[in-house]
């Protein structure tokens, strides 16, 4: 190695300082995101471990060497408790305390008995073995963004298997006892070595991930109706585009009826409530593979791939039936609000989502014509 122990320590704690910082900010300017603060705590706790190490080194008392050992453990365990929150949504806070002090135990015990080379050999096989769980954490995860995190996990990997290697190396050439500084062989350098490089890496990446999901969310909102949660128009004209949608797909378009005079009389928030609630009854008649869609306003879609004409035109009647059997509660007033529904169904191939639509929107106008509250027969929507 060209470097001295010390001078890769020395840069391998800069490296984690700059990235701490860094996380840091992030979280300031994105509180929301719980997980960068877990991150960077994290991150600084392990870089006072190497502090504690450099000055253990340069001289001081064993109890620095225990302070750099308890802190490093922790300081991983941390960045577990960051995935976790990452991953879930939650800080597992207890299991956290509760992994920090079954790491930690070992070495106290090893440290009041006088093994202070013992202590080495823990914590060399601790971060070993929470770093390997960390990147087997991160390998599950990588459908969200497949070569990002897998770097990340394969970043976990390396460092904890440069970890694995200082534990051997502790127990082929360390007493039990250590001499007065850290252990200083090739192990431990190629550890440092890759602990710079995972650090650089791993910060980055987590970095990039997380913009990654914040431009999912930013598109997701994007294509969602804000207020019931379906799939917006522009969502629907992205799936379908210009190409003609497969044949067998069945298109139901719903339309709440005398709407703005329900609005009038009972107000906005009110008509709020009854598209919330029909947003509710289009999904719960909807299978997992149908695309529900506010399409603006009172007007509702239902995409029906792989659907008889008969079988569409029974899912909306269904939601036309429980639309006009649901009552709306305001004050001590039961209000009913019906909806009328138009069906077109694509029977050949060729034909495109928007002449779908039209047909369908034909058929929802002889649903109005001819009394409102209906479903207008298939055979006056055929595509």
């Known amino acids: 190695m060209v470097f001295d122990y010390i001078s890769v320590l020395i840069a391998v704690g800069a490296a984690g300082a700059a990235l701490c910082v860094t996380l840091a900010m992030s979280w300031i300017r994105q509180r929301s995101s719980g997980f960068l603060a877990s991150w960077a705590v994290s991150i600084g706790i392990v870089v006072a471990a190497i502090a504690s190490f450099a000055v253990y080194d340069s001289g001081a008392s064993d109890a620095w060497m225990l302070a750099g050992c308890l802190l490093m453990t922790t300081g991983f365990i941390m960045s577990y408790g960051g995935l976790v929150q990452f991953r879930d949504g939650g ?41 390997g769980f960390i990147g087997w954490q991160y390998w599950r995860m990588r459908t969200e963004s497949i070569a990002t995190i897998s770097l990340i996990a394969a970043l976990h990997f390396a460092v904890a298997v440069s970890f694995f290697l200082c534990f051997v190396m502790a127990v082929i050439e360390a007493p039990l006892y250590l001499p007065g500084g850290m252990p200083d062989n090739w192990a431990e350098k190629v550890n440092l070595v890759c602990a710079i490089i995972a650090i650089t890496g791993i910060g980055g990446l987590l970095i990039t991930v997380h913009q990654e999901r914040i431009a999912g969310l930013h598109r997701a909102e994007a294509l969602t109706d804000p207020l019931t949660g379906l799939n917006n128009r522009r969502a629907l004209f992205e799936r379908f585009g210009d190409d003609a949608v497969p044949e067998g797909t069945a298109l139901a378009i719903f339309d709440l009826d005398d ?32 695309v529900a869609v506010r399409l603006g306003g009172e007007e509702f879609a239902l995409i029906l791939p792989g659907t008889s004409p008969a079988d569409a035109l029974s899912v909306a009647e269904r939601i036309r039936s429980a639309m006009a059997r649901t009552s709306h509660v305001i004050g001590n007033e039961d209000v009913f609000c019906t909806v009328s529904a138009g069906v077109a169904a694509a029977q050949k191939p060729g034909i495109s989502l928007d002449t779908l639509m039209r047909k369908a929107d034909n058929a929802l106008y002889h649903s109005k014509r001819n009394g409102r509250n209906k479903v207008t027969p298939l055979k006056a929507s055929a595509a």
């Open 91 to 131: 800080f597992p806070v207890r299991l956290v305390w509760l992994s920090a002090i079954g790491a930690t135990a070992p070495m106290l015990a090893a440290f009041v008995l006088g093994y202070t080379g013992v202590v080495i050999w823990l914590v060399n096989l601790i971060a070993s073995g929470v770093l």
């Open 259 to 290: 709407f703005k005079a329900l609005n009038d009389r009972y107000g906005h928030n009110f008509g709020d409530t009854v598209l919330e609630r029909f947003a509710e009854l289009i999904l719960a008649n909807a299978r997992t593979n149908d």
